[in-house]
Each structure stands twice: as C-alpha cells, then as structure tokens.
C-alpha cells in the first residue's frame, strides 16, 4: 500500500494496532473475533439512537429503513435489512439472526407497469420470542405469532400461527413449539 502522507500512514498504523489490540481483547473475553467497525461501535447504542426497546441490540453492519418499532430485548445480527418502510414492529426477546431480510415494500408492480403503479407498502408484525433463523427474507403484508421458530434460509410470505415451527423455501409449518414447566420443547411433525 503506497501512502505518500506521513500523517495518514502515522493514523493508519495507529487504526491496525487498535483493531489488533480491541480485537485481542474480543478474542480472550468472548472467543469472537468481529471486523473493526463492530469492535469499535457499540450495538446497544445504535439501538437506543434508533429508539429500539430496552436491552435491544442492533450490529453496525445491519441496514435499517424508515420507522421500525423494536421491542425490549432484541438481538438484531450482522449484515441484516430491517425495512420498516411500510411498518415493521418486532415484539420482545426476538431474534434476527444474521443475514436476515424484512422486507415491508417491494416495486415489482411499478417496475413491470413503467411506473404506472405505485411502489407496494405493507406491514411486517413479528411476536414476542420470535426467533428469526440465519439467512431468512420476510415479505411484505406477514404477521409472525409469539414463540414461533423460523429455521435458517427460509422464505416467509404468508402468516405464521403463534407457536409455529417453519422452515423452507417457501416456508410451511414443521412443527410447534410447546412448554412443559416454562421451558419450550420442539414437537416436529412427521
């Protein structure tokens, strides 16, 4: 890398020897080493600025879009798209794993009429203790129940019961989830 600026490359070496050091630190208290703008912003914060739910955190790296109502407790993962463009409320102790895409519009009908139709704009509700796997995409105009379970990568485009166990592409119901003395416990269907 060619730096002609003294000072610039005076800063540069001073922002890898804070990555090494913030890093180290990251991989003794946490075995989890994360890129520099993770180490270096704080989740928690981001979330407060967003208005999100006491507790709720938010990565760096996910992509909000206009208003989305987090509840308490929320663990928002890395490299996510919250699109809160046509309402998007996620309710307490959810998860939104990594990878995850909340789509509240779409324009598949403006782009196909040539702009003759309007961009399409409707609201996504996801319960209380909902956890959202890895890689899913929820559509616009769904409504997620409370305790429900989506598996990694799947396709979410209709609603889901409270409850609910889901996975696939498109995503279908697989089984439900149960508690026995408080503790939830997977029923798989067969």
Not at 102 to 120: A, C, F, R, W
Not at 143 to 164: H, M
């Amino acid at each position: 890398m060619k730096i002609v600026d003294k000072e610039l490359l005076a800063f540069y070496e001073k922002l890898l020897s804070l990555h090494n050091e913030l890093d180290n630190a990251f991989i003794n208290d946490f075995s989890r080493s994360l890129p520099l703008n993770e180490t270096l912003l704080d989740r928690w914060e981001r979330a407060k600025k967003l208005g999100f739910g006491k507790g709720s955190s938010i990565y760096d790296s996910a992509m909000v879009i206009g208003q989305v109502e987090v509840g308490e407790n929320v663990w928002i993962g890395p490299n996510s798209i919250i699109d809160g463009s046509g309402g998007l409320v996620i309710g307490n102790y959810s998860t939104i794993s990594s990878g995850v895409q909340i789509y509240t519009h779409d324009n598949v009908k403006q782009t196909l009429s040539s702009g003759k139709m309007p961009i399409e704009r409707l609201p996504v509700n996801i319960g209380k203790n909902v956890y959202v796997g890895p890689n899913s995409i929820i559509t616009k105009n769904v409504t997620v129940g409370d305790f429900c379970v989506i598996a990694a990568s799947s396709f979410i485009n209709k609603n889901i019961p409270s409850n609910s166990i889901v996975m696939g592409q498109p995503g279908k119901i697989a089984g439900i989830v149960e508690f026995n003395n408080g503790l939830p416990e997977f029923k798989y269907y067969t």
